[in-house]
Nanobody
C-alpha cells in the first residue's frame, strides 16, 4: 500500500518561513515526479511546485518557494519563504511515475492527506 505523509504545516506570520516534508512508503518514486499542490477554502486545488528531470514552479511562488527531494529517504520537501496571507491553504503532496512534471491534478496517482499552512497578516 502506497502512502504519502506530509508534515511541517502550521501558523506563521507574513514574511516568515516554513518547510514541508512528504515521505512516501510502499514504493519509491525516484524515477518519477513528486509535486506539491495547495487548496484554499472555496478554491480549486492548484499546482505549486514539482520535481522530476526538471523543476517547475507556479508563477505565484517563484523566487519564494524551493522544492527538493532526497531519493534515499523517499522524501520531497517544500521550503517556503516570504510567506504571504494568500499562501494560506491545505498543502498536498502528490506523486506519479512520469519523468515529466505535470501541473494537472488528475495526472497524479498518489496523494497525501494534506497539511494546513496558515499565514497571518
Amino acid at each position: 500500500q502506497v502512502q504519502l505523509v506530509e508534515s511541517g504545516g502550521g501558523l506563521v506570520q507574513a514574511g516568515g518561513s516554513l518547510r514541508l516534508s512528504c515521505t512516501a512508503s510502499g514504493r519509491t518514486f525516484s524515477s518519477g515526479s513528486m509535486a506539491w499542490f495547495r487548496q484554499a477554502p472555496g478554491k480549486e486545488r492548484e499546482f505549486v511546485a514539482g520535481m522530476a528531470a526538471r523543476t517547475v514552479y507556479a508563477d505565484s511562488v517563484k523566487g519564494r518557494f524551493t522544492i527538493s527531494r532526497d531519493n534515499a529517504k523517499n522524501t520531497v520537501y517544500l521550503q517556503m519563504s516570504s510567506l504571504k496571507p494568500e499562501d494560506t491553504a491545505v498543502y498536498y503532496c502528490a506523486a506519479q511515475d512520469s519523468i515529466w512534471v505535470m501541473t494537472i491534478v488528475r495526472m497524479y496517482d498518489y496523494w497525501g492527506q494534506g497539511t494546513q499552512v496558515t499565514v497571518s497578516s
